[in-house]
């Protein structure tokens, strides 16, 4: 089956399939490749994501704005396309996320204040990517896709892929990382050694400040056909259509049919990140148009239509939320600040007797200071 395969030769002309089971106003469709059969428990629990995980966010802006977090990158608005993804994925594969997948991680079971941590400087991110199946969080455009392939390389070497119960690999970028040599190599590389890895590009519309239209003349998705793998555009605000790709995409790597390309077309509602004011490059009326399109709307419109929600069933969520929210920020506020000495820890995964001999000169500089602050010495400027 091609799987929406794009024909190389409509790659500068074709304008991909729209991969869609969700309508804004709440009507389910159906796809004759990527449908899904959800029960009703299940569609509700993806309901409680999408919530959860946007109240949870906007929590984090507010800390960041008082101060209580050094910066923070919000995913609101792109909540189908994390929840989505991230309930595709089985407990074997690996994902390589960027610094914005939230969601991604509250699905693979990872702790908000996990994350907190880090956005306030305290930690380096508290998580075993061997444990949780997600590697920390990348800061650098596009270089967790090199990651992703090497990983996947792996997996295809230790015989890893082939049926079913196979491995794949999940990697996520931006619109804007397109541009950056990282992710093009990644996918040639991927492409020609069949790697099991799915490049996930959630494409919010902004490089920062500038508009997809300058990263690429073409849709993004195109891309794959000049690579030789998979092309598939989705609905990125569309939770169910966004599983069943990637789902779909996910299999078919574990099976050992190579790599492929999704692009979630969704929209960043929020800041690029707290250090941005995007009402200097983009106009209200396109804001307003797209949280037409908003993901947790309509899935609610869905749940009210099929009589799977009333007021109550709603309210319960929120609260749920909002619970949750409360306690993240009694937890940010108690977090402990770090002892200096960590500077040194995770640097390597076995500490050389050369780190370690500079840990105990740190720690015997940072003691003198305190010693100063007791009056027992003459202050340490005075003595260079």
Not at 56 to 62: H, I, N
Not at 149 to 175: P, S, W
Request: hydrophobic share 40%; proline share 5%; glycine share 10%.
């Amino acid at each position: 089956m091609s799987r929406s395969r794009i024909p190389m030769q409509w790659a500068q002309r074709a304008e991909p399939e729209f991969v869609q089971l969700l309508t804004p106003d709440g009507t389910r469709l159906d796809h004759p490749e990527y449908d899904i059969s959800l029960t009703d428990h299940e569609l509700r629990g993806l309901y409680q994501d999408l919530v959860i995980v946007r109240r949870l966010d906007t929590e984090a802006t507010a800390l960041q704005r008082q101060g209580e977090l050094g910066l923070w990158a919000s995913a609101l608005g792109q909540e189908a396309a994390q929840i989505g993804s991230g309930r595709a994925v089985r407990p074997q594969d690996m994902i390589f996320p960027t610094y914005r997948e939230h969601g991604v991680l509250y699905c693979r079971g990872l702790d908000a204040i996990q994350l907190m941590g880090l956005f306030r400087g305290v930690d380096y991110g508290t998580w075993n990517p061997a444990e949780t199946g997600v590697h920390l969080y990348t800061l650098v455009i596009g270089a967790q896709t090199l990651h992703a392939t090497g990983y996947a390389m792996g997996v295809l070497r230790d015989g890893a892929v082939g049926d079913d119960d196979g491995q794949a690999v999940l990697a996520f970028f931006g619109d804007g990382a397109t541009s950056q040599g990282d992710v093009n190599e990644s996918l040639g590389w991927a492409s020609v050694f069949n790697a099991p890895v799915v490049f996930f590009c959630q494409n919010n519309q902004y490089a920062i400040s500038q508009p997809a239209a300058r990263q690429s003349k073409t849709p993004l998705v195109n891309r794959a056909a000049g690579f030789g793998m998979a092309g598939i555009r989705v609905d990125g605000n569309d939770v169910l259509a966004v599983l069943a790709v990637t789902r779909s995409a996910l299999d078919d790597a574990r099976r050992g049919q190579g790599p492929s390309l999704i692009e979630a077309y969704t929209y960043r509602l929020g800041a690029h990140t707290t250090s941005d004011d995007p009402t200097r490059y983009r106009p209200s009326g396109e804001v307003e148009a797209w949280r037409e399109k908003d993901p947790v709307v309509r899935l609610r419109r869905l749940l009210e239509q099929h009589q799977l929600g009333d007021a109550g069933y709603f309210a319960e969520v929120d609260a749920d939320a909002q619970h949750r929210a409360t306690q993240l920020r009694e937890r940010v506020l108690a977090l402990p600040d770090p002892a200096p000495s960590s500077l040194f820890d995770h640097v390597y995964a076995e500490a050389s007797p050369a780190l370690e001999a500079q840990r105990a000169e740190f720690v015997r500089y940072h003691a003198s200071f305190e010693a100063d602050a007791f009056g027992e010495g003459e202050p340490r400027w005075a003595k260079h």
